[in-house]
T-cell receptor, first 110, second 122 residues
C-alpha cells in the first residue's frame, strides 16, 4: 500500500464546474497536509495547507480533512482552464519530511 | 508566501564535469532544506534533507559522494552533482522549511519550493 494515494487521472471537468481531488494516506501520525499545484515543467506551488479536521476555504479552493478516515480532498470551484495542472497531495508528521502522492492531472475543458 | 530561489535555472554540461546548484530562501530563515529530483512524467523523489550546520541525510539509493550537499547558512544550500553522467539529467528542485513545529500540525511544516534547475548532461 502506498503511503499517499491519489488517482492519477486525468480528471476532466468543464470550465465553471467544481473539480474534486481526493487523497488518502496511511500514516495515522500525520499532522500536516498540503496541496501543491504543478504545471508541466515547473516546480510545485503551494495551494492549500490544512492541519485540523473539517474544511478550510481560500478563494476558489477548499481543503477538507478527515483524520479518522485518513482522507484529504481539494475542491476547486468555478474551474478555469488555467487550473489545468497536476495536483500533488503531501502529508507529514511534525518536523518531518513530506510524503507526496503521485499527483492527479486535472484538465479543465472549454 | 515565502520565496525560494534556485540558480541556475537551466544548465547543460559535458559528461564527467561537476555542476553546482544553489538554493536560497529569500525572505525567511530555512533551518531545513530538501533536495528533490523529478524525471519526466514521474513524481518528485526526495534525494536528501539538509539541516543548517550539519551533514545532510540522504535517502536510500542516493549516493552521498556523488550528490554533495552543503547547508552552510540559514538561507543557502547547495547541491553539487559530481562527475555528472547523462543519466543524471533531470529536474532538480529544492524546498525550504522554517523549522519543525511543536506538534499538532503547524505552518512551520510547510515547504516552499524553488523554481527548479533543469540539468542536461551531454
Amino acid at each position: 500500500q502506498k503511503e499517499v494515494e491519489q488517482n492519477s487521472g486525468p480528471l476532466s471537468v468543464p470550465e465553471g464546474a467544481i473539480a474534486s481531488l481526493n487523497c488518502t494516506y496511511s500514516d495515522r501520525g500525520s499532522q500536516s497536509f498540503f496541496w501543491y499545484r504543478q504545471y508541466s515543467g515547473k516546480s510545485p506551488e503551494l495551494i492549500m495547507s490544512i492541519y485540523s479536521n473539517g474544511d478550510k476555504e481560500d478563494g476558489r479552493f477548499t481543503a477538507q480533512l478527515n483524520k479518522a478516515s485518513q482522507y484529504v480532498s481539494l475542491l476547486i470551484r468555478d474551474s478555469q482552464p488555467s487550473d489545468s495542472a497536476t495536483y500533488l497531495c503531501a502529508v507529514t508528521r511534525t518536523a518531518s519530511k513530506l510524503t507526496f502522492g503521485t499527483g492527479t492531472r486535472l484538465q479543465v475543458t472549454l | 508566501g515565502a520565496v525560494v530561489s534556485q540558480h541556475p535555472s537551466r544548465v547543460i554540461c559535458k559528461s564527467g564535469t561537476s555542476v553546482k546548484i544553489e538554493c536560497r530562501s529569500l525572505d525567511f530563515q530555512a533551518t531545513t532544506m530538501f533536495w528533490y529530483r523529478q524525471f519526466p512524467k514521474q513524481s518528485l523523489m526526495l534525494m536528501a534533507t539538509s539541516n543548517e550546520g550539519s551533514k545532510a541525510t540522504y535517502e536510500q539509493g542516493v549516493e552521498k559522494d556523488k550528490f554533495l550537499i552543503n547547508h552552510a547558512s540559514l538561507t543557502l544550500s547547495t547541491l553539487t552533482v559530481t562527475s555528472a553522467h547523462p543519466e543524471d539529467s533531470s529536474f532538480y528542485i529544492c524546498s525550504a522549511r522554517t523549522h519543525g513545529g511543536s506538534g499538532g500540525g503547524s505552518s512551520t511544516d510547510t515547504q516552499y519550493f524553488g523554481p527548479g534547475t533543469r540539468l542536461t548532461v551531454l
